[in-house]
């Protein structure tokens, strides 16, 4: 144990990444969470001090919030393998508004899970940790899902094999891939995004997303953005979540016709992303979208970002 | 336009390849239909021979006949573009069985259409002539999918990102994964096969599915055999089509307990296939699925190979 206090960032992520619904995650550059941990002379996890974005909405109690949640797990996971473990105090610094569809729940369990762990030597492996994270994240979201917590862990983009049992597979990074992600000032509810979907599709529909998620990686590992155009529409959760975000049919319109190679919505909304290849576009569709949003009166906040190819790691300031 | 003969060899494959149903295709070696033709003085497509599999109830009239209707096609298409062809002459040579789910009818497309373009000098990109090339095939298997004639033009694996229009993303093939399959003596009809799916799937279905055809892409392009383990199961078709092939699920547990990464029907049956990365075990594997057929009182034919990495090729003799 360790009874200085290290740092712990984990990176924004985007899930379903276009057509991968529940299946394919990606993290992104310049937005993320910190948590710092120190090891504590007692069996408790500790939260000590909240801040950054709604720090004054999450929870303090240690079972209850995300962050301190998974490491409690990733504790847990270290005594069930015979090692003693104490106790723990932490700090988070919210960088990733809640609710915005960039993976703000799985950023703060992968900071805090991630943090755990290295506060205690780093026995457990990335793969080893995933699970407990991804336990606590399903706590906060209300469904046991990777996309976010993976990408997120492991940086790049991922492919969330199975659920259960938890298997991924880490697709790595896509430089020069530019994302543009637009939030405008609406929140969501993940667990009210899932009540939406319909619980039978088309087969038509299902072929057509497998035909584009696997596109999708094919283009990221190919390293070829070209493959990208036409594949980032989603047939499966867009058509009845796109309602919750106005405007966002005439938004990808504008970010496509600027010259986006795809554009959807990110996670369970209601921040949308767009991608391309050429940086000079980028502020051009960022802007064009931001405009789509201005028009049925909502501000939003724009990021021009790529993909987070780190992952989680300890920073040293 | 060239008077003397040329043949052609174009590859069977394997639809749906696993959990990509109506996407994924492969290329496999050792079977394979030829084609000959050469040039005739006037405007006609005509077939003079046809041999091998099943040859005496294949149609001899080249309206009819799935060769020479892609010949047909590849021709008009070249006059489309203002060129002067004339007609030719064909001798089929058929090395699949028809009705097998080896890609039979899209073999002997993709070896007449490529024919017609070579006997023309070439004029005309495989990305070219695969329109006219799944047209003909569409009208011999009743409905319009590249996964077979895309994968027997182009060799190794492929995505069917789109059907209209058609898109395709040739992956390359994978040297040292080794494909067994097994062909019962029955026989199943394309449009039959298509006919029991069922037009609504649930999502869990969709994304289980979605989940493993990412995997299997991943896989072929990371040149990694292990992650296939775990993600050939099918949920689309494979509950409606399996009840057709008598002993399809002891088949697959005896393949998967020999040692197959995965073990799927091919394409629309009677054909099942496994996979390893272990030259010594396939012919185990192999004779165990053998087993399972001869367990209902089937006769079956075993063919151990590997994915073909060339695809549609003159060969001089």
Redesign the interface.
């Known amino acids: 144990m360790n009874d200085t206090w290290i740092t712990v960032y984990a990176p924004a992520s985007i899930g379903n990444f276009g057509p991968?619904?529940?299946?394919?995650g990606a993290a992104i550059q310049g937005l993320g969470d910190r948590v710092e941990v120190r090891s504590a002379n007692n069996n408790q996890v500790k939260i000590v001090d909240i801040t950054g974005e709604g720090a004054e909405t999450l929870p303090r109690e240690a079972e209850r919030n995300t962050a301190s949640r998974a490491a409690l797990l990733v504790l847990e996971t270290l005594k069930s393998r015979g090692m003693s473990v104490g106790g723990l105090e932490m700090k988070i610094d919210k960088g990733i508004p809640a609710g915005s569809g960039l993976g703000s729940s799985a950023a703060s369990a992968v900071a805090g899970g991630y943090a755990a762990n290295v506060v205690c030597g780093s026995p457990l492996s990335l793969r080893d940790i995933l699970l407990p994270i991804t336990q606590a994240e399903s706590e906060a979201s209300g469904g046991f899902f990777a996309d976010n917590t993976a990408s997120s862990l492991y940086g790049g983009a991922v492919?969330?094999?199975?659920s259960r049992p938890l298997?991924i597979?880490p697709?790595g990074g896509f430089p020069g891939l530019v994302v543009i992600a637009v939030t405008p000032k609406i929140r969501l509810r993940t667990e009210e995004m899932r009540a939406v979907?319909?619980?039978?599709?088309?087969?038509q529909?299902?072929?057509a997303?497998?035909?584009?998620?696997?596109?999708?990686?094919?283009a990221l590992?190919?390293k070829n953005p070209s493959?990208l155009a036409?594949?980032f529409e989603d047939r499966?959760a867009e058509p009845v979540r796109a309602p919750f975000i106005p405007g966002f049919f005439d938004l990808r319109r504008a970010a496509l016709e600027t010259g986006a190679l795809g554009c959807a919505i990110s996670g369970a909304g209601p921040t949308v992303f767009a991608l391309t290849d050429c940086q000079d576009r980028a502020q051009r569709i960022g802007e064009a979208m931001q405009a789509a949003f201005e028009n049925v009166h909502l501000s939003s906040r724009l990021l021009i970002t790529g993909i987070d190819e780190q992952g989680a790691r300890e920073i040293f300031r």
Do not use: E, P
């Open positions: 991968g619904f529940d299946v394919l492919i969330c094999k199975s298997d597979i697709l979907l319909h619980r039978q599709v088309s087969l529909d299902s072929i997303n497998m035909a584009r998620s696997t596109t999708v990686v094919a590992l190919m493959l036409g594949a499966l």
